[in-house]
């Protein structure tokens, strides 16, 4: 007998059921399959999915289910045209000399039952800083259009779909996580082979990244239930654990790991979710406006203390020297325009399409708990 709290929890079985190739339980009222479906689109998994869903013997009706099927059969394309850039991309790499490392989905992509089980918005890799000039000149020469962020990535994308990221960091020098990870090529240089430690690190403290900012989805905890199946016993305990520790992301990632595995090792949902399952499920892929703010809100408090809110307020009402500057740069000519600036700035917070932005962004101010 399965019994489902709502269609999330029924998506996870699906999921579920896909990975370790089992008979899915029908769904219990068809009129759930379009929130099954939109939820999957929505964190990316919809693709999984319909490996479930077309074991069923009550199906989405035919207009769904084909649209679905569509979705698996993008997944299936995409799978195959991400495989070819790779691969081109790293042999331009090696015949330049180029060392690189690939940090992210293409490796974990392997640990799941097919590849193309694992989406990718983009492919990453991480180079040395100084060869960053040169791979842009053969992304370049591979026909993507490139753009620099800050000196120290690069960005190429290529129609239809292909994005590109070359990193020259594993996290960039503002992070709370830059100093607590080895420099990536270290265990290269040491043992002549990329430390396995390290990749389970940097997944776990990118996941921890997208937490403290927008947010993460179901993708995220199902790449969390694949790295622990196959790493999990592999890892040097004691080393991770310190650098979790020195990151502050110890009891998250203790957390997150019993999330996978309650969701895909054992397959159980409850009616009541944990904070943290609420927080995944509302996330959507890539996280929402609302989660960010909240964090970024959080952290300031954190940053500021006592009578956070009524500095903010009156902030957000009045505007910073710095903001008012950035956002009307006559002011650096014309101080004196500085009222009517404001005056501007004032009215144009009052426009339809940014009335219920400023209010989701107020309704969060209020009811934020800001000691938790």
Not at 129 to 152: S, T, W
Not at 283 to 294: D, E, K, R, V, Y
Not at 318 to 339: C, D, F, H, Q, S
Request: aromatic share 16%; hydrophobic share 35%; net charge negative.
């Amino acid at each position: 007998m399965c019994d489902f709290f709502d269609e999330n929890d029924y998506l996870i079985h699906l999921i579920k059921c896909a990975i370790h190739n089992e008979q899915p339980c029908e769904i219990p009222d068809v009129e759930w399959f379009d929130t099954v479906y939109q939820s999957g689109v929505y964190h990316h998994v919809a693709n999984i999915a319909f490996y479930s869903v077309e074991k069923l013997e009550r199906k989405p009706n035919e207009a769904l289910y084909r649209e679905w099927e569509k979705c698996r059969d993008r997944a299936v394309v995409r799978e195959f045209t991400q495989t070819f850039a790779r691969d081109e991309i790293i042999d331009a790499f090696e015949q330049a000399e180029i060392r690189y490392l690939e940090p992210q989905g293409t490796q974990i992509k392997n640990l799941y039952p097919y590849p193309e089980y694992r989406t990718m918005s983009d492919l990453d890799f991480i180079i040395d800083p100084d060869n960053l000039p040169k791979a842009r000149d053969l992304l370049e020469g591979l026909f993507y259009e490139c753009q620099d962020v800050d000196d120290v990535e690069v960005d190429g994308f290529r129609p239809p779909n292909i994005n590109i990221e070359v990193h020259t960091a594993y996290f960039p020098e503002n992070s709370p996580f830059y100093s607590v990870m080895r420099p990536p090529f270290a265990s290269v240089e040491e043992t002549g082979r990329y430390d396995l430690n390290e990749l389970y690190i940097y997944n776990f403290l990118h996941i921890a990244k997208h937490y403290t900012r927008g947010g993460f989805g179901i993708r995220r905890v199902l790449d969390v239930y694949f790295l622990n199946l196959n790493y999990g016993d592999k890892i040097h305990q004691q080393y991770v654990s310190s650098v979790f520790q020195s990151a502050k992301t110890e009891a998250f990632v203790d957390e997150l790991i019993a999330l996978a595995n309650q969701w895909f090792a054992h397959g159980q949902t409850n009616a009541e979710r944990s904070e943290l399952a609420n927080f995944v499920l509302s996330s959507g892929l890539h996280g929402t406006w609302n989660h960010f703010f909240t964090s970024q809100f959080k952290s300031s408090y954190q940053n500021e203390g006592a009578f956070f809110r009524v500095k903010y307020f009156f902030r957000r009402l009045i505007g910073t020297k710095e903001i008012m500057y950035a956002k009307y740069p006559v002011l650096n000519r014309w101080k004196v325009l500085y009222p009517f600036c404001w005056i501007h700035r004032l009215f144009s917070a009052l426009k339809p399409s940014k009335r219920k932005k400023i209010g989701e962004e107020l309704k969060i101010v209020i009811s934020t708990d800001l000691n938790n």
